[in-house]
């Protein structure tokens, strides 16, 4: 009567795939109405996000900031709550990396990178938290706060970086590069080390981070009793007060985790790749963040999976604007933007195509 | 109760029936085109001929695995009113659907008057004279009734023209049926009742010979079913038919002429109403012998522990969001080994009182002791001091539907030391205490695993009263135990609330079904506009005292409660 409900392998794996291809046959549909040959585009963005070494470390980096924000957005969404402050909270981790690794840059390395992990984390969560409170304590829909507050994240840091953090005598709003003790070590550096040639490429350590982050968010949501209770307000306002859980405080700490999450992506921009504090470092991956969630069902072995998928069109997309002249860098953000509105807004479009086959199975 | 009651309210119905016989004799050709059928010649000799006024033959409806409908034939005779019970998931509601056109039947047919029809949308099964009384009413609350009555047939681009035909139609209506609305008036601002009577009224203007009404008395009072019987009995004078879906057998009873009996989506058994029993259609329903009164013997109030409250109420007073005052100065003792039940028309404040007591509100004023202890914190707080709380509404309060069985049944004991370490929660444990909790309640499938709404309304109250009971506690508030729960788990439940009660516990019952609380409750408080009008011993307890002081009337004493 009601709408059956699918089996796991249904949802998670193929209803994505299915969406996947259909936004890559539209893609394709559009590339050929440009006068290019769609096969050979799609050939250029595969060979440009996996085909070699360098490109392996571009997709990997960006897939890295995809999964931080991919994990915001999904805490907050168990606790019923819709995080789209990404860019903001982001923003504020990277001023706590950035403050660290300017003023803390007498200690060493191993205590630069613990300090630089708590100032991030700390300072996108104290950036989420305070709409979470307004949310909690006065009903303002985190929505219109959040967004809200990822403009005066922005203006935040075009004052101090054109007033107080900018390096003397510089015309451009940057601070002045750290010192080279406290960068986070590039992924092609930690191979040499261990003797494993590798291209040069932004990938950093941040990646094991941002898997660590998906392990943490997966045990804290589905296996922890505070996970528990953040899951009952998301689902069931009512029953969560039935059992004596408050959502009020769920609500506060779901947004304080989240902005967490977004804050750690200041590790890999500004400690790992950047090495000085500079503006929109975001670039747009909060907001990215939303679909990557939304297609990875909330769920980190999806997020991964996803960030993933946004990595490689993010970088085999660059190389496919660089590398077929008919296909313009727009037209690659049209083929993102495809994937976002299957993956995500039409999440169920394939459904009714989908159900005679579960039921067969 | 056993043995079933001709109407509630004798003296009503036969006032209504002389005042609606008076109102057909004195203008019989206000009523163009309807046939005076007397009810008798509906019912006995001369059916044959006229074709019945609705026919289903060899309905047959799948949704997946699920066979809703196997081969259904159904004939209910123009002019009488015609009764469908059956446990949940017995297929009358898809059926009642197929029949208004929300679904499609994979075989079989469906006549109107001899006549076969194809009804693919409910604007065809309207078109057939087809009317339906939903259980969840269809209006649009900020509109006044006439706007609802001519919604959607409005006939033209000006609504001036509808409107003022509707006004007439309606005053046409009212006067033939007993169904008086003022049609000025917000349906926001009506009774229960009176929305319901908006509702047929709808029906009727549209020009319904058939009325369908889905358990049309669920939310009413005594009185107010009272006055519906009345409207349907004159509809079926008027020669309408209607059929009843209901799981109250006392109704079917008390209105019906026929009765089909549905079980598994088919049709076990038709009776003449007359030639059959409660007992025998319940039996039919469930496939089994069924009590319909649990027996009980007498509460020993006090005794494990003389003279102690176990739940104490004093001066309780609730003001809701938007600053009513839902329960004013409510005071009551519940002791230990007895149940004691509160009556009332749902929305009188019984379930703020309910929530203040279980924590989940917070009293404007007042106290709440539990074992002599005053009682505070929120309802997590409260668990701890041996109070546990079965909800209204399971779906909205009790389970957390989207998760599974198991993570549903620690909802509240969720930090519980068995349930989880320091940190992370020991899943192998909360699976296994699911599992124990399922079989010793009988709940069907006993999977932990499954999604807390994939179970059946009985066998999700059953994991909501294995989970509060099942903690043992001293006080238990348990409201609306049995609401859309099958009849063969209905017994089962009160079998267990009071085993409760036999084993020392204090017991408060909320319920709108006054037959569940006579049943089940050793005495009865019934509240009217949030304070309790009155008490009344179980033992001297009947449908019609209860059923005016549900309606703010204590006739024990002279002047009115409230």
New interface residues.
């Given amino acids: 009567m009601t709408e059956t409900r699918l089996p796991r392998w249904a949802g998670l794996v193929a209803l994505p795939i299915v969406n996947i291809l259909a936004a890559l046959l539209l893609s394709g549909l559009l590339v050929a109405a440009i006068g290019a040959d769609p096969w050979q585009a799609l050939l250029v963005l595969l060979r440009g996000a996996f085909g070699y070494q360098e490109a392996i470390g571009f997709t990997l980096y960006y897939t890295t900031n995809f999964i931080f924000t991919g994990l915001a957005v999904a805490v907050a969404y168990h606790c019923g709550l819709f995080n789209i402050g990404g860019e903001g909270q982001a923003t504020l981790g990277g001023l706590g990396v950035g403050l660290v690794c300017l003023y803390a840059d007498a200690l060493p390395f191993y205590l630069v990178l613990p300090l630089a992990l708590i100032a991030s984390t700390a300072f996108g969560a104290a950036w989420a938290v305070v709409p979470g409170i307004l949310q909690a304590r006065r009903g303002s829909h985190v929505v219109i706060t959040t967004i809200m507050f990822n403009f005066i994240a922005s203006t935040l840091m075009v004052y101090l970086l054109t007033h107080v953090l900018i390096r003397p005598g510089q015309m451009s709003p940057e601070s002045r590069e750290f010192l080279p003790h406290t960068f986070l070590p590039f992924a092609h550096q930690a191979l040499a080390w261990l003797g494993i040639p590798f291209a040069r490429s932004p990938l950093n350590l941040s990646f094991f981070l941002a898997l660590l982050a998906s392990v943490f968010v997966w045990g804290f949501v589905w296996h922890t009793r505070w996970g528990y209770e953040l899951r009952v307000v998301g689902a069931n306002p009512q029953a969560a007060l039935y059992a004596g859980i408050s959502p009020q405080r769920n609500i506060v700490l779901a947004m304080a985790i989240s902005g967490a999450l977004a804050g750690l992506l200041g590790v890999n921009e500004i400690m790992g790749v950047n090495h000085r504090l500079l503006l929109n470092f975001t670039a747009g991956y909060g907001f990215v963040g939303i679909a990557v969630s939304l297609m990875g069902r909330s769920h980190p072995v999806g997020i991964v999976l996803s960030s993933l998928l946004f990595g490689a069109l993010y970088q085999g997309g660059a190389e496919l604007a660089f590398e077929v002249p008919r296909v313009s860098r727009e037209i690659v953000v049209v083929i993102q933007g495809l994937v976002i509105l299957f993956a995500g807004a039409l999440e169920f479009l394939f459904l009714p195509l989908l159900r005679p086959f579960v039921k067969a199975a | 109760m056993s043995n079933p009651l001709p109407l509630w309210g004798g003296v009503g119905e036969g006032a209504g029936e002389f005042r609606l016989r008076r109102m057909v004799q004195d203008a019989p050709d206000l009523i163009p085109g309807v046939k005076h059928t007397p009810a008798q010649a509906a019912l006995g000799e001369g059916v044959d001929v006229i074709p019945p006024a609705i026919e289903l033959r060899h309905i047959d409806k799948r949704?997946?695995a699920?066979h809703?409908n196997r081969d259904v034939s159904l004939a209910v005779q123009a002019g009488t009113i015609h009764g469908i019970v059956g446990e949940n998931g017995a297929g009358k509601s898809?059926l009642m659907s197929i029949l208004y056109g929300f679904y499609q039947a994979d075989r079989g047919e469906v006549l109107i008057r001899g006549v076969k029809k194809t009804i693919a949308r409910p604007v065809q099964a309207i078109a057939a004279g087809i009317g339906m009384v939903f259980q969840h009413f269809k209006l649009v609350e900020p509109f006044t009734v006439l706007e609802n009555i001519v919604l959607g047939v409005e006939g033209g681009k000006l609504i001036a023209r509808a409107l003022a035909h509707a006004r007439g139609e309606l005053a046409r209506l009212a006067r033939d049926y007993a169904l008086e609305v003022d049609p000025d008036a917000v349906v926001a601002t009506l009774s229960v009742g009176l929305q319901q009577r908006v509702e047929i009224l709808k029906a009727l203007y549209r020009g319904a010979e058939i009325l369908i009404l889905d358990e049309p008395t669920s939310v009413l009072t005594p009185q107010e079913a009272d006055h519906l019987f009345r409207i349907l009995g004159a509809l079926k004078r008027q020669g309408k038919t209607v059929i009843l879906i209901t799981h109250k057998l006392r109704e079917i009873m008390a209105i019906t002429d026929r009765v089909t009996v549905m079980r598994r989506g088919e049709v076990v058994a038709e009776r003449e109403t007359r030639a059959t029993t409660q007992e025998e259609l319940a039996e039919l329903m469930v496939g089994r012998k069924v009590l319909l009164q649990v027996s009980k013997g007498a509460a020993r109030p006090g005794a494990a522990r003389p003279g102690a409250g176990r739940l104490a109420v004093e001066d309780l007073s609730v003001v809701d969001a938007s600053g009513v005052e839902r329960v004013k100065n409510v005071s009551f003792t519940v002791r230990a080994g007895e149940i004691v039940g509160i009556a009332g028309v749902a929305g009188n404040g019984q379930s703020e009182l309910m929530e203040a007591i279980?924590?989940?509100r917070r009293a404007a004023k007042g106290t709440v002791r539990i074992s002599g202890g005053a009682a505070h914190?929120?309802?997590?707080?409260?668990?701890r001091q041996g109070l546990a709380?079965v909800?209204e509404d399971r779906r909205?309060?009790?389970?957390?539907?989207?998760?599974a069985a198991h993570?549903s049944a620690?909802?509240?004991y969720?930090?519980d030391p068995a349930?989880?370490g320091p940190?992370?929660?020991d899943?192998r444990a909360i699976v296994a205490h699911c599992a124990a909790q399922m079989r010793d309640f009988d709940v069907r499938p006993p999977d932990p695993h499954l999604?807390s709404e994939?179970f059946s309304g009985g066998n999700q109250q059953k994991m909501v009263l294995a989970r509060e009971i099942g903690r043992d506690p001293e006080v238990l508030l348990v409201g609306q135990p049995t609401r859309g729960v099958d009849i063969g788990a209905i017994e089962y439940i009160h079998r267990r609330l009071i085993a409760l009660r036999d084993a020392g516990k204090a017991v408060l019952l909320i319920s709108v079904e006054l037959d569940e609380i006579m049943s089940l409750a050793d005495r009865i408080l019934v509240m009217f506009d949030g304070r309790i009008v009155g008490e009344v011993q179980a033992d001297k307890a009947d449908e019609r005292l209860l059923g005016l002081m549900m309606a703010g009337i204590d006739p024990r004493t002279p002047r009115e409660a409230a």
Avoid: Q, Y
């Fill in positions: 949704f997946g699920v809703a898809t279980a924590g989940i914190g929120n309802a997590r707080d409260l668990r709380h909800p909205r309060m009790g389970l957390v539907t989207a998760f993570e620690i909802l509240g969720h930090d349930f989880t940190i992370l929660l899943r999604a994939s």
